[in-house]
């Protein structure tokens, strides 16, 4: 059986692990699999790349629990972006933004806004997500051995992605 349960927690990094953490204790789970998905945006460098540490050091605790972090240097528009073009430049959150204004403005979208009900339409929709996937991949292959912060741009939401396309009909 699968459950998926969103719990959003729009907290600082290390924070977002911390939560998890909690959450498992509290609802007493025995077996599972636990996201984090977060953002770099200004955070620390430690605090960004330590919630990848954390999640390693607790799944050699208990392997039944495994904890993933699904990280986007710097946000979550990367992600999106990488639906419409394959992109290395290590520019500010605000010029994945205006990139996003501009694609989703082109395609009779209308203007990318935080928080759209309809992303996920869009970026199936308008967007490429097996094209998203390969180009984060790609990025993530070239930037082996580095930390995630020193890979910018850089994302592995896709990790998830793909792990929750397994359970599609």
């Known amino acids: 059986m ?4 969103i719990e ?11 939560k998890a953490e909690k959450y498992v204790k509290k609802n007493k789970l025995e077996k599972g699999q636990i ?3 977060y953002d770099k945006d200004s ?9 990848v540490h954390r999640a390693e050091q607790l799944n050699q605790i208990n392997p039944d629990i495994q904890y993933h972090a699904a990280w986007s240097n710097e946000c979550i528009e990367f992600w999106f972006m990488l639906h419409f073009a394959y992109y290395v430049s290590n ?31 869009v970026l199936m929709n308008a967007g490429s997500p097996k094209l998203a996937i390969r180009y984060a991949k790609r990025i993530i292959k070239d930037g082996q051995g580095k930390t995630p912060t020193e890979i910018a741009p850089g994302t ?10 397994k359970y599609l009909p």
């Open 43 to 51: 955070f620390p460098a430690k605090d960004f790349n330590g919630v």
């Open 2 to 5: 699968v459950f998926i349960e």
């Open 8 to 18: 959003p927690c729009q907290a600082e990094t290390m924070r977002v692990i911390g």
């Open 91 to 121: 520019n500010h959150r605000t010029e994945y933004i205006k990139f996003l204004n501009d694609k989703f403005q082109e395609l009779g979208i209308g203007k990318y806004q935080k928080n759209m009900k309809n992303i996920f339409d």
């Open 35 to 37: 996201w984090c998905v």
């Open 156 to 165: 592995t939401v896709y990790e998830l992605v793909e792990e929750l396309a």
